[in-house]
């Protein structure tokens, strides 16, 4: 049973009579409150419940906002399961089109993102997926990716879509294009390893072998983000009060814009 977040700071003790707040360590003053927000897009699972809201919820609007910022002409939406699925449902319902498998996934296989090097990376990618051909075998396919932060997982992907009948392959990726590193933790290669600064991401879709690559703007994945907690604070004003009515999403990886000063 949900009972509610633990506070940025805070310092709680569960006994099995109740919960205990011990103390909250204050934000240093000046610190802006800068909540992960690739945790929206990949790390967390769906059913994650951050600042009063449901991951799954955020990465179906995220999904819904890609449609709207670019649609494309095709015959149905799919999806690299399973982290992009709440945003390919999102933009299958907001543009109309039908949400249809594609891909089947090994779940025996971990998460190609971590693995050390591309060619493991690629195998893995290769060991992951089988193919639904008859479902869309002879159509235009819009492939919702929720990241793209090497280019070369989605590569083989593409590669496998077109050799079993698909017409087009079009990524529409559900996170802005990933730049820099994270210095807070999150494991996100090193500057030049990004796809996002290489001089291919100037003819991305050739490179990865797709129609076309848009990516959703940052603009677009914030207002995502905060669009249920901006609701909640218009309906409720006694949140202002509380740590939610301190809107903050650290974007460094995707702006460059860090929440605290670097040292080294």
Same mark, same amino acid.
């Given at each position: 049973?949900?009972?509610? !977040?633990?506070?940025?700071? +805070? ?16 934000r240093p003053e000046g610190d802006p409150s800068a909540f992960c927000i690739f945790e929206y897009v990949y790390f967390a ?5 951050? +600042?009063? =809201? ?9 999904? =819904?906002?890609?449609? @709207? !910022?670019?649609?494309?002409? #095709? ?8 982290? #992009?699925?709440? #945003?390919?449902?999102?933009?299958? =319902? ?16 971990g998460r190609t993102f971590i693995q050390p090097n591309m060619r493991l990376r690629q195998l893995g990618v290769a060991k ?25 997982? @989605? ?22 294009? @990933? ?12 500057? +030049? ?14 490179? @990865? ?21 901006? #609701?909640? =604070? ?7 009060k509380s740590f939610i009515g301190k809107l903050g999403h650290c974007t460094a990886c995707l702006t460059g814009d860090y ?6």
């Amino acid at each position: 049973r949900y009972y509610r !977040e633990v506070l940025p700071g +805070e310092i709680v003790k569960i006994s099995r009579h109740d919960v205990q707040t011990l103390d909250v360590v204050r934000r240093p003053e000046g610190d802006p409150s800068a909540f992960c927000i690739f945790e929206y897009v990949y790390f967390a699972r769906p059913d994650s419940i951050f +600042e009063g =809201q449901m991951v799954y919820s955020v990465r179906r609007r995220c999904g =819904q906002q890609l449609a @709207i !910022e670019a649609p494309v002409e #095709a015959d149905l939406v799919s999806t690299v399961p399973e982290s #992009a699925t709440p #945003a390919a449902l999102g933009y299958a =319902q907001k543009c109309g089109l039908p949400y249809v498998e594609v891909l089947c996934k090994n779940r025996y296989v971990g998460r190609t993102f971590i693995q050390p090097n591309m060619r493991l990376r690629q195998l893995g990618v290769a060991k992951k997926f089988g193919v639904l051909s008859d479902n869309f075998k002879g159509k235009r396919v819009v492939i919702i990716d929720d990241s793209i932060v090497r280019g070369n997982t @989605i590569s083989p992907i593409i590669k496998l879509l077109r050799e079993s009948g698909a017409k087009e392959v079009h990524i529409r990726v559900a996170s802005p294009p @990933i730049r820099f590193p994270c210095y807070m933790g999150i494991n996100i290669p090193t500057k +030049e390893e990004l796809i996002a600064n290489r001089p291919e991401f100037h003819d991305l879709a050739n490179y @990865i072998g797709a129609d076309s690559v848009v990516y959703l703007s940052v603009e677009g994945l914030v207002s995502s983000v905060q669009e249920s907690i901006k #609701a909640r =604070q218009d309906n409720n004003p006694k949140t202002q009060k509380s740590f939610i009515g301190k809107l903050g999403h650290c974007t460094a990886c995707l702006t460059g814009d860090y929440p605290v000063e670097l040292e080294w």
